[in-house]
C-alpha cells in the first residue's frame, strides 16, 4: 500500500504568530489535516481528501478564502480557487466568483461538469445558479475583526495570511492539489491574483507532485512558481529540496515572498516559506500519529 500523506495550508504572510488569529488558523489546519486524512485512510481518493480539507480551510475566520476573505476596495469578495487531479492533469477553476461558500467545490464542478476548465466572474457565477450550487449572501463572507481572532483595535495592518491550500497523495498513488482565496487586501475589481492560474497558485501531476502556493500572486504567477516546483521534482530534488529551490528562484528572479506546500510520487512531504510565517499541518502515513504542524 502506497503512504497516504496530507498536507494543508494556512497561508502564507505577515502573520503575528503568537495572536490569537494564527492560532485559530492553525486549529483549522490540524482540522483539515486530519479530516482529508480520514478521507484517504477510508480509501478515498486524493481529489477527495483536498477538496475535504479546503472546506474546512474555507470555512475558518480567520484564513483568506471562502468566509473570512480579503474584501475589495469596492467592500465586496472575490474568490478564486484551483483544483487538479494529478492522474490527469485535468482541472479546474473560478476566479472572481461572488457569493459562494466553497469555491474550491464550484471549481471541481467546472472540472467534472463542463468541457472547459476555468470559468471567471459572471459567467462562473451564472454556472454556479445553472448547476444549482449553493448560493449566500456576500455578508456570510465578511468577519468582522474581532470574529477572526484579532481584536477591534488591531485591525488587521499589512497582509497576516493569504490563501489556503492543500495537496494529498492517496492509496493508490495518485496526486492532487487544490488551491483557494480571497486574493489580497484592497484589491482592485477584477483583479485575480496565481491561485486560479494553472501551474502558479497549484499543480498536481502523478508523474512529479502535487504542489499549492501561497503569497504575493503578481510574484508567483511571474515564474509559474508551483509548476516549477514539480520541474524541480522531475530534475531529482526531493520535495522539499524543490520547495526551498523554487522559493530561492523567485525571490532572485522576482523578488517575491511566498510559502510552498508538496508532495512528490512518493508521498514524501515539502513545506517552505519566506515569509514570517504560514500555518500548516501534515500527516504522513496511516494513523494520526504521523501528524505534524507547524508555522
Ligand atoms: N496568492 C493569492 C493572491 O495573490 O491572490
Not at 511566498?258 to 512531504?269: N, P, S, T
Request: net charge negative; aromatic share 4%; charged share 20%.
Amino acid at each position: 500500500m502506497a503512504n497516504l500523506a496530507i498536507v494543508v495550508h494556512g497561508g502564507a504572510g505577515a502573520w503575528d504568530i503568537e495572536s490569537e488569529r494564527m492560532q485559530v488558523g492553525l486549529a483549522a489546519c490540524r482540522e483539515a489535516a486530519l479530516a482529508g486524512h480520514a478521507v484517504l485512510k477510508a480509501g478515498g481518493s486524493a481529489l477527495d481528501a483536498v477538496e475535504t480539507a479546503v472546506h474546512i480551510l474555507e470555512d475558518c475566520p480567520a484564513l483568506d478564502a471562502g468566509r473570512g476573505s480579503y474584501l475589495n476596495t469596492q467592500g465586496e469578495v472575490e474568490m478564486d480557487a484551483l483544483i487538479m487531479d494529478g492522474r490527469s492533469l485535468n482541472m479546474g477553476a473560478v476566479a472572481a466568483i461572488q457569493r459562494v461558500r466553497h469555491p474550491i467545490s464550484l471549481a471541481r464542478r467546472v472540472m467534472t461538469d463542463t468541457e472547459h476548465a476555468f470559468l471567471v466572474g459572471p459567467g462562473a457565477g451564472a454556472f454556479a445558479d445553472q448547476i444549482g450550487f449553493p448560493r449566500c449572501a456576500t455578508e456570510d463572507l465578511i468577519v468582522p475583526p474581532e470574529a477572526n481572532g484579532s481584536a477591534p483595535a488591531k485591525p488587521l495592518a499589512g497582509p497576516l495570511g493569504d490563501t489556503v491550500g492543500a495537496v494529498a497523495f492517496d492509496i493508490h498513488g495518485d496526486l492532487a492539489a487544490a488551491t483557494s482565496t480571497g486574493g489580497t487586501r484592497n484589491k482592485m475589481p477584477g483583479r485575480v491574483g496565481d491561485s486560479p492560474l494553472v501551474g502558479s497558485g497549484g499543480y498536481a501531476d502523478n508523474w512529479t507532485a502535487a504542489v499549492s502556493a501561497t503569497g504575493q500572486g503578481e510574484a508567483i504567477m511571474k515564474v509559474v512558481l508551483s509548476k516549477r516546483v514539480c520541474d524541480l521534482v522531475s530534475d531529482g530534488l526531493s520535495a522539499q529540496a524543490a520547495c526551498e529551490a523554487a522559493i530561492r528562484l523567485l525571490e532572485e528572479r522576482v523578488g517575491g515572498e511566498c510559502g510552498l506546500i508538496a508532495i512528490d510520487a512518493q508521498g514524501q512531504v515539502g513545506v517552505a516559506r519566506n515569509t514570517r510565517a504560514m500555518p500548516y499541518a501534515f500527516v504522513m502515513g496511516e494513523d494520526e500519529g504521523g501528524m505534524v504542524d507547524g508555522r
